[in-house]
């Protein structure tokens, strides 16, 4: 760890966070630390002003992180750049769902949950709300660009409907996945060129 992920750590007030937040440097470190030839320790990872991290050293190879409750997601792309998020179902209840819907989605994205049977509508909102902030995390600004500016395209291609329309489309691919004594979570993964098939690769031991 450098001396700014030290600090990090050791401002953190949950054991919880400061854990995932490891889980995610070790990730970083060893997976991008093994593409480019270097030991983990001596990979640089920097902050843009918004708080994004990037290889300074490495302009080619872009890198983005997500945690949930109890795991940490990674996604790494060469020649673009890219954005991950991963959500569990449990992380909204119903009512709180309801709330941020009108902050998140767009007019015709509203209408498209309302004409869902009302069992799915929680599950159709999160599945919106993982690709957005994929898509706001690979732009970089994350929720300080809003949300109901991009607009989903059909074939999980963005378009921009406003104002920052300096901003290239991006391409998602999406899904859920289970795995061994963990619940369900949803993920996303946005990039600035066509992605293929993600290929997941678990790492389990990153130790207590
Ligand atoms: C980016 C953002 C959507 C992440 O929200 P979150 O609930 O922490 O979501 P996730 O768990 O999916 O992602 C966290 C990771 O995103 C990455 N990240 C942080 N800021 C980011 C940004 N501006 N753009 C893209 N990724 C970012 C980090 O790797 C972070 O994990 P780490 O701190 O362990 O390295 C949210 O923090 C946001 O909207 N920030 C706006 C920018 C801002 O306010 N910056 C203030 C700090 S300068």
Redesign the pocket.
Known sequence: MSAAEKARIASFRSRDAAR??IA??LLCRSIIGRMVGCAPQALTISL??????YLPDHADIDF????TKDRVALAVCRGGRV?I??EQPDRLSETEALEIMPLILCERELDDIQRQAPEQRHKAFLSYWVRK?AV??CR?????DDPRDIALGPADTTANMSKRSFYEANFIRSGSCRSENAPNFLWAVAASQMLSEPIWQQHRDIGA
């Open positions: 995932l937040f995610g440097r843009t002003p918004h708080g994004r991290p983005n992180l997500s945690h954005g998020d991963i902030e706001l995390k970089g600004r994350g929720f300080l």
